[in-house]
């Protein structure tokens, strides 16, 4: 069964470091893709980062980067130098094909992000 | 452009009756995904329609119903309402039910049963 699985509920971060936002997934497809979300308290899912499971380098967006170790099965989110308007919820996600030509996305639990200044 | 709409905002019915909740996709996408995020927890698949068409169904009992229109545009409608079914109901679309392209979830909208 495909699963997403995200272990820490809550993380947080001061302003300007770093932070690491791990996801692991589960899945016998050979084609996959993994992204990020973000999840402010206004409850829109905004898309961060997209990685796909034949992409051989790491995915970038700007301040996000993807760490995406395929043995491992691991799709972790970092965030450089943090602001506080990063303070939310996270969600990791896999986009699974169906037979019948649709696809779904399986997420996490989420981790809520807080940044202190 | 315009993003994903969704309406209403928000939403408080009683237990047993029915809500239909509405999504306008962004211009030129012909799939719509209907989600269930529940207090606490992540989306939760209901629904995929692509060109008018269901194209793929989650977990979620025959209460739960959806439709898309000539426009693009998609209702869901949940009968019988149970406190359970209050959640946070998201939206998204995408060019098409293909691989590759990220969805895009609308503000949604959050259903209160009482």
């Known amino acids: 069964a495909q699963k997403i699985t995200q272990t820490q509920p809550g993380m947080f971060v001061q302003e300007k470091e770093a932070v690491t936002l791990d996801c692991t997934y589960d899945?016998?497809?050979?084609?996959?893709?993994l992204f990020w979300y973000k999840q402010p308290s206004s409850g829109e899912m905004i898309f961060l980062i997209y990685?796909?499971?034949?992409?051989?380098q790491n995915a970038t967006e700007g301040r996000y980067s993807l760490n995406f170790q395929k043995a491992r099965k691991s799709a972790n989110l970092v965030i450089s130098a943090s602001q506080l308007g990063d303070s939310a919820m996270y969600f990791c996600?896999?986009?699974?094909?169906?037979?019948?030509?649709?696809?779904?996305?399986?997420f996490g639990a989420g981790t809520r992000l807080a940044v202190h200044p | 452009d315009a993003g994903v709409t969704q309406s209403p905002t928000h939403l408080i019915k009683t237990r047993g009756q029915q809500v239909t909740l509405r999504c306008s996709p962004i211009?030129?996408?012909?799939?719509v995904s209907w989600y269930q995020q529940v207090l606490g927890q992540g989306p939760q698949f209901i629904f995929q329609?692509?060109?008018?068409?269901?194209?793929g169904r989650g977990n979620f009992p025959d209460r739960f119903s959806a439709r898309q229109f000539p426009n693009y545009s998609s209702e869901l409608n949940v009968n019988a309402l149970l406190l359970g079914d209050s959640a946070l109901y998201l939206c998204?679309?995408?060019?098409?039910?293909?691989?590759?392209?990220?969805?895009?979830f609308g503000p949604g909208t959050r259903l209160t049963v009482t």
């Open positions: 329609y692509y060109e008018k068409e269901e194209r």
């Open positions: 998204a679309s995408s060019l098409t039910t293909g691989t590759g392209l990220e969805q895009y």
């Open positions: 211009s030129g996408h012909k799939s």
């Open positions: 996600a896999m986009r699974a094909l169906f037979s019948g030509g649709y696809n779904k996305l399986i």
């Open positions: 990685q796909g499971s034949y992409d051989e």
């Open positions: 899945t016998s497809d050979q084609s996959y893709g």
